[in-house]
């Protein structure tokens, strides 16, 4: 798994030596032929996940399962990558962003990891189910009253609706006042979309909520880990955040657009719930593809693969969920048996929460506006070229123009856990509006005019 040059000049581990690349448009129009292709090649197989950075990838359910589930031989510190660490990961790659090391739970290892995760889990078991239902539906609301009045009836839901409404919902769980609310959506929006200056951007605000915290506590999840035992610093407070942001929002976003899309569309079987939606999208596209890197402790056997020591080893997500030795035995599998939230001591402690926001995002949207379609059938939706998320590009919607009341009249109330939202008699639909127009002319980013649309302004 070493790199290593040759006569001609060429650095191993790229394509011109045979690795199958995980990014571009042809792995991203269709993976699962590449994936197809590194499973003939054993439990796992050597592809590059950018330009001239060589991985291992496992691309088995059970072998997935195995180095998940064993954290003693599998560890997620990236200071012990070798090729980085023997300077032969350029510079400016997109790797980096996703592998390189942060003082956070997730490229930490035993009583560190332990330490660090606990004040995470414990500050989300703070959130309020029914509370973050109904903020999902504030936000949903708001950002539909956006479109939906739009004379042709046309919008493209991705960036409208999936991308915006994780940010809205995490700004308000972080306790955000407006201002610092707009600069952590700019912050973390620009990392995504590879933007210079983005990581300063995000850290300041950041790093000023926290401050802002420590002056003036809240019931947020901000101050849940800075008061918790494991008596974080500001710093580790501060990567907590973003880590929760970087592994909430994004991949929130694809459930959001997938599931959505899957429902719209004609191949949809009539009657299921939106729920199967949600769980069909998370074993079919697992919106976090190929991630969670890991690096043996010493070299392992796997197959018939070496696993050198500090050699990285991503596990695919994606390939694993659909593995075709699961084929058989999936009717048996428990809906929740997928790996898109991961297994073992790393998996995502917030994946309850995670589906209730994209249950209840696709409800509401649903809600809202009962007579959306997709003008593109499924299956010619464009999805993403990059390894690391499955994601559409857009999704192209039509609907019949209509305003959506602001949050003072709004008719969704919010429902138990896992029940469909129903709405209220109190309000009717035909409650006098403000237009798309006036709800946006309040000065600020996407989280100041939330806000202010909340508070009927």
């Known amino acids: 798994m070493h790199q290593q040059s040759d006569p001609t000049g060429i650095p191993a581990g790229c394509p011109a030596h045979g690795n199958t690349p995980l990014y571009g448009p042809e792995f991203g129009s269709d993976p699962e032929r590449q994936y197809a292709k590194l499973r003939s090649m054993g439990h796992s197989a050597p592809v590059d996940i950018a330009p ?6 496992v691309t088995s359910y ?25 300077g032969r990961v350029p510079a400016d790659s997109p790797a980096l962003p ?19 995760r606990q004040a995470v889990t414990d500050s989300l078991a703070t959130v309020d189910q029914v509370r973050l239902v109904r903020l999902v539906q504030q936000s949903a609301d708001y950002l539909i009253s956006r479109f939906s009045s739009d004379p042709v009836g046309e919008a493209e839901l991705m960036t409208s609706y999936a991308q915006p409404l994780p940010l809205l919902v ?72 973003v880590t929760l942001l970087s592994g909430g929002t994004a991949p929130l976003a694809a459930a959001i657009g997938t599931s959505s899309a899957l429902y719209l569309s004609d191949e949809w079987p009539a009657g299921l719930p939106i729920e199967d939606a949600v769980v069909k999208t998370l074993w079919n596209y697992a ?24 050699d990285p080893v991503l596990i695919s997500f994606a390939a694993a969920n659909t593995d075709p030795k699961l084929t058989e035995h999936r009717e048996q599998l428990s809906a929740k048996a997928h790996l898109a ?47 690391w998320s499955r994601s ?41 509006l403000r237009s798309a127009q006036e709800a946006t002319q309040h000065k600020g980013g996407l989280f100041s005019r939330f806000r202010a ?3 009927g302004e």
């Open 52 to 57: 001239g950075v060589q991985v291992e990838l």
């Open 62 to 86: 059970d072998a997935s399962l195995y180095i998940l589930q064993n954290p003693a031989v599998f560890v997620r510190d990236s200071r012990r990558w070798n090729a980085l660490n023997e």
């Open 98 to 116: 996703m592998m390189g090391y942060r003082p956070n739970a997730l490229f930490s290892d035993g009583a560190a990891h332990a330490r660090l």
């Open 170 to 241: 995490f700004g308000d769980l972080f306790g955000c006042p407006p201002e610092l609310g707009d600069r952590v959506i700019t912050g973390i929006t620009g990392i995504f979309q590879g933007a210079p200056g983005a990581d300063e951007v995000l850290g300041g605000a950041l790093a000023e909520l926290i401050a802002l915290k420590r002056r003036q506590p809240g019931e947020d999840l901000t101050t849940r880990l800075m008061v918790h035992s494991a008596r974080l610093t500001d710093e580790e407070v501060l990567h907590q955040l």
């Open 287 to 310: 919106p976090i593809a190929n991630y969670a890197a890991h690096y043996p402790t010493q070299d392992i056997e796997l197959g018939s693969r070496t696993l050198r020591a500090n």
């Open 341 to 387: 939230f991961g297994a073992g001591p790393h998996a995502c402690p917030a994946k309850d929460p995670a589906f209730m926001i994209a249950a209840t995002a696709v409800e509401s949207l649903l809600n809202r506006l009962p007579d959306i379609e997709v003008r593109v059938p499924f299956k010619e939706l464009a999805w993403v070229p990059a390894p």
């Open 392 to 432: 559409l590009m857009a999704v192209p919607i039509r609907f019949t123009p209509r305003a959506v009341p602001s949050a003072a009249v709004s008719s969704t109330t919010a429902a138990r856990p896992g029940q469909p939202a129903q709405p209220s008699t109190a309000a009717p639909q035909t409650a006098p």
């Open 453 to 455: 649309w909340v508070r």
